[in-house]
């Protein structure tokens, strides 16, 4: 008889095991409300910044297009545990025409930063973590690329300059390859996301005191999941 339980219990253990799904998350974010005014950057203040731009920058704050389509918003998941590997290659980030580019991003806990200065200037490149190492090193004009790296997981912080006050992208470090930022149309795609339920956050730097927080369920097959965020009553 114990010998029936053990070989039942194996058995299905292993169908258990074969029948591992996974899924893709994909969605819109979007808008509700009338879109704030642009606000052009004033970049005067080193001549090479204003030199390396030919037509007028704006505040990276609030990416919303006509349709309401909200970019650079980042969608991810929570408590998910994942036994795989940290990715070998670096995610880049480039300090050209005194912007950081991308703006929002993620990264691996583990995986590589690589920090690129594009321009003919000086610039400080000064992470803001709260559970992190904080890294904050200078690369003059001659110091092309400089490597960094981030511990643990972390919700979204920003890296700022301290040479140029508008400077500022922001990061996610995550433990796990399951998130997102919306491109230009608010839209975002998150692939082979194991079966499961999990927390799913949506973030964007305006909301970033209030992101949104669902429920999402993967099973086998794509799953949509639209966000909107909506403009805050006046008290
Ligand atoms: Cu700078």
């Known amino acids: 008889m114990n010998l029936f339980k053990t070989v039942l219990s194996y058995l299905i253990l292993f169908c258990l095991m074969s029948v591992v799904y996974s899924g893709d998350i994909k969605g819109k974010v979007k808008y509700d409300g009338k879109p704030p005014k642009k606000k052009p950057l004033r970049m005067d203040a080193d001549p090479v910044c204003g030199a390396s731009h030919s037509e007028k920058v704006f505040a990276e704050s609030f990416k919303v297009n006509a349709k309401g389509e909200l970019a650079e918003c980042i969608v991810y998941l929570k408590n998910v545990s994942y036994k795989g590997q940290t990715p070998s290659t670096a995610v880049e980030l480039d300090q050209k025409g005194c912007i950081y580019t991308p703006h929002v991003f993620g990264i691996q806990a583990g995986q590589e930063l690589l920090i690129r ?47 140029h006050p508008w400077m500022k992208t922001w990061v996610l470090v995550s433990d796990h390859p399951y998130y997102a930022v919306t491109d230009s149309n608010g839209n975002y795609e998150i692939k082979g996301v194991p079966a499961g339920t999990y927390e799913v956050i949506c973030w964007q730097e305006k909301f970033k005191k209030r992101p949104i927080v669902d429920k999402i369920t993967v099973g086998d097959g794509a799953v949509t999941k639209d966000f909107t965020f909506t403009r805050p009553k006046k008290k």
Do not use: G
């Open 117 to 163: 200065n594009s321009d003919a200037t000086l610039h400080n490149i000064h992470s803001m973590p709260k559970t992190n190492k904080e890294f904050n090193f200078a690369m003059p004009k001659v110091v092309k690329t400089k490597k960094a790296k981030f511990d643990s997981a972390e919700d979204p912080f920003y890296i700022k300059c301290d040479v």
